[in-house]
């Protein structure tokens, strides 16, 4: 059954909600079996993902007793069996090329060719209808995703579009209710994973802007319910190294790792995984769920999980603890026992006290005293990963870190991480594309809101300004606002990766914005 909301939430309409199924639906290789595996081991299309987004023209039931009559004859033909029985989404560019003339402009038009109308109750294919109107990131990126979204807000919340914001958070606060969690994107394929946990920062980030305090109150159940979802397990930890599910117990605390619940290929990368997994010597289910859980950090991919530090067929995603994750949760635990104070006192009281535990953790065994920055934890090894990434900024963005730690940040960040175009994503060149050279706009944010957090103005200011000098070079040359930029040679494109650069683009117009509004501020404050 659904979930009933809270009437104060106003989420959806009844009508909206009696008309979707109670149970998960049924992801494309459930759907269209054999025939999913012919068509993504095919090679038909040059996007893996194009498959998984077609809309059936008839219903799959049809559909699949037809392939079982003609799929077996001589002249059977995938390529018009697929154009008769399916509608393809576009693989052209998701938005027109720009004769704006500078980026802000740009930007402030994409708003409107990025939006999404709310979503009819019943969808054939495998997009997972929304009740309010959202925002995608671009490209071959057309449906929400979960932690783009925030950072997609940052640029909403400066253009004033409060009432879109709060569309967004209901979209989320929605797929809580109904699915139990915020899968990765609303596609059927995502809903074994999710990424970062960014909703409660959305929700503050809303009242905020828009200056309602008791929305955080409001969502305070969906907040709670997806905090669930992370911890699901925790209660049948006993031993230190312990592990279920997204949960693990080390001392007293309990921390997360990334995680999805199937061991298979991704299905809108299914060649790809298949690929991988037979260049590994391990289980090929294994291979899966790493690959799988590095796609719910939302950083697929990147030396960061890879236990050689540079192939992706050794990646080890779940056995690490991320510093990233572990901030985000930290930052969950400590806004449920401010909310919880007043009115449940021993609930506060739990959540004060995981989040103490979390953050001693964090403090203590993802913290090199000597390389004087944070690092990703190995739990099952009990040592951290020795790789330096953004993801130690996460510590200083969330107000984890301790004041004696800043100026060993400063000098890493300084002697390592920043470049001619902001911060770099990892210190190896892997072909991935989430390391050297590029940069992601995400991880540009945590590391100035970190950096202003503790009072670094003048090194918060100098990589607001690079970052956001590259992304008005690069539309200056392109007219597109990119998904990723290279960092250290900026006359060149970000690479790497399992699909083309992407324009459009979420992220990147949402933290361009917030970026520019910091500058702007700081100068008044410096006059």
């Known amino acids: 059954m659904l979930i009933t909301k809270p009437l104060q939430l106003l989420l959806v309409s009844a009508v909206f909600a009696l008309q979707l199924h109670a149970a998960a639906p049924a992801a494309p290789d459930e759907v269209y079996g054999a025939l999913f595996e012919q068509v993504q081991l095919s090679g038909t299309f040059n996007d893996s993902k ?7 023209t008839k219903a799959p039931r049809e559909i699949m007793a037809a392939y079982a009559l003609s799929s077996g004859a001589t002249d059977f033909s995938l390529t018009r069996f697929l154009s008769e029985n399916f509608a393809f989404p576009s693989t052209g560019a998701s938005v027109v090329i720009s004769s704006a003339s ?19 109750p019943a969808q054939a294919g495998s997009l997972l209808p929304l ?6 990131p671009g490209g071959r ?6 932690w783009d979204s925030y950072f997609t807000m940052l640029g909403l919340a400066r253009d004033g579009k409060t009432g879109m914001m709060r569309a967004m958070a209901d979209n989320f606060a929605y797929l809580i209710d109904t699915y139990g969690h915020i899968p990765n994107g609303n596609r059927t394929y995502y809903l074994s994973r999710s990424q970062p946990p960014y909703f409660t920062l959305m929700v503050k980030l809303l009242a905020t802007t828009s200056g309602d305090a008791g929305l955080l109150r409001a969502y305070l159940p969906a907040m709670e319910k997806e905090y669930g979802f992370w911890m699901d397990g925790a209660d049948k930890l006993e031993r230190d190294g312990d592990a279920a599910r997204r949960v693990l117990k080390i001392g007293p605390a309990f921390l997360n790792r990334y995680w999805d619940d199937v061991p298979s290929p991704r299905q809108e990368a299914y060649k790809e995984d298949i690929a991988v997994a037979g260049s590994s010597s391990r289980p090929a289910a294994e291979v899966y769920r790493d690959i799988r859980a590095a796609a719910e ?3 697929d991919f990147s030396s960061r999980w890879f236990a050689d530090g540079r192939t992706l067929a050794s990646i080890e995603t779940v056995s690490i603890a991320p510093v990233d994750l572990n901030c985000l949760l930290y930052d969950v635990e400590m806004t449920l026992h401010e909310l919880y104070k007043a009115s449940d006192p021993g609930k506060a009281r739990v959540f004060k006290s995981r989040a103490e535990n979390r953050k001693n953790a964090i403090n203590e065994l993802m913290y090199d005293a000597e390389k004087k920055y944070y690092e990703d934890y190995y739990f099952r090894k009990g040592a951290r990963t020795g790789r330096l990434t ?11 870190a301790p004041e004696s730690r800043v100026p060993g940040t400063v000098k890493m960040i300084k002697g390592e991480l920043l470049k001619a175009g902001g911060i770099v994503t990892s210190l190896t060149a892997t072909g991935q594309q989430w390391d050297s050279p590029n940069g992601w706009p995400p991880l540009q944010w945590v590391t100035v809101s970190g950096l202003e957090n503790y009072g670094q103005h003048e090194l918060a200011m100098e990589i607001a300004r690079r970052w956001t000098g590259l992304n008005e070079k690069v539309f200056a040359r392109t007219g597109k606002m990119m998904e990723k930029y290279n960092v250290i040679d900026t006359t060149l494109e970000a690479g790497g990766g399992e699909y083309p650069g992407q324009d459009g683009f979420g992220w990147t117009n949402g933290v361009y914005l917030a970026l520019k509004g910091f500058l702007e501020e700081k100068s008044k404050e410096n006059k």
């Open 50 to 56: 194009a498959f998984p987004d077609a809309v059936p």
């Open 102 to 120: 500078s980026a802000a402009e740009r930007v402030h038009a994409l708003w409107a060719m990025l939006e999404r109308p709310k979503d009819a």
């Open 131 to 136: 009740p309010g109107p959202y925002i995608v």
């Open 141 to 146: 990126f057309r449906e929400i995703y979960y």
């Open 297 to 299: 950090s939302g950083m």
């Open 390 to 400: 953004p993801a130690a900024m996460y510590p200083f963005f969330l107000k984890v």
